[in-house]
């Protein structure tokens, strides 16, 4: 069974916007992952968060992770058309294994 | 620095065929990772090698089984085919089970079978 939810299922928003995913999950973590696929290729490693840390930040990039409420989002400021993607979190549960939630489509409409 | 890479890129196959899919990892990486995107169900853990074992196994049936190799590269093997299994395969790395890094994923391999 899948791990992580994502929240949005699917979000449509201009260039220039900022675009907010969330994801929620329902065990402990090592650490928490965020990935975008384009068009059904491979996934693009964007960001990994550790259970300890609150925020981190990545150019456009920022992630937050609440171990409390087991949930975690990712904000894109100032969105692009380039950004139009499937985006995945994924969490380390010290099994070996990343679990994938069911993704969040954005478009970002020029 | 060469990323994660996976072959074939397309694979068409019959039904009750056998499948072989290529994985090599990024340098330095011990740890290989195989997941299956089919439509519409996510991607799904299949297959976890760190130096040279499985140390873990998604909810898939053992036609599904792979292996790696010394120089930690990795297959999979997927016999006796059927049409459910066409999916994309993904392939990742990573620096291995003790160190909190990320996975870095290959393009995959799109296995089509009619």
């Known amino acids: 069974s899948q791990q992580g939810e994502e929240d949005p299922q699917a979000l449509s928003i201009q260039e220039g916007e900022n675009a907010t995913m969330n994801c929620s999950y329902k065990?402990?973590?090592?650490?928490l992952q965020w990935y975008r696929q384009n068009s059904g290729r491979g996934l693009v490693h964007l960001i990994l968060?550790?259970?300890?840390?609150r925020e981190k930040h990545s150019g456009r990039l920022r992630v937050t992770l609440d171990t409390s409420k087991k949930s975690s989002s990712l904000l894109i400021t100032a969105s692009r058309a380039a950004d139009t993607a499937s985006y995945f979190c994924?969490?380390?549960?010290?099994?070996?294994?990343?679990?994938f939630g069911q993704g969040t489509e954005l478009s970002v409409k020029p | 620095e060469a990323g994660v890479t996976q072959s074939p890129t397309h694979l068409i196959k019959t039904r009750g065929q056998q499948a072989t899919l290529r994985c090599s990892p990024i340098?330095?990486?011990?740890?290989v990772y195989w997941y299956q995107q089919a439509l519409g169900l996510g991607l799904q853990f299949l297959l976890w090698?760190?130096?040279?074992?499985?140390?873990n196994r998604g909810n898939f049936p053992p036609r599904f089984s792979g292996r790696q190799f010394p120089n930690y590269s990795s297959e999979l093997n997927v016999n006796a085919l059927e049409l459910e299994d066409s999916a994309l395969y993904l392939c990742?790395?990573?620096?291995?089970?003790?160190?909190?890094?990320?996975?870095?994923f290959g393009q995959g391999t799109r296995l089509t079978v009619v």
């Open positions: 065990t402990s973590i090592n650490n």
């Open positions: 340098s330095g990486h011990t740890s």
């Open positions: 090698y760190d130096e040279g074992e499985e140390r």
């Open positions: 990742a790395s990573s620096l291995g089970t003790d160190q909190n890094t990320e996975a870095f």
């Open positions: 968060i550790r259970s300890n840390e």
């Open positions: 994924a969490t380390d549960a010290w099994s070996g294994k990343l679990i």
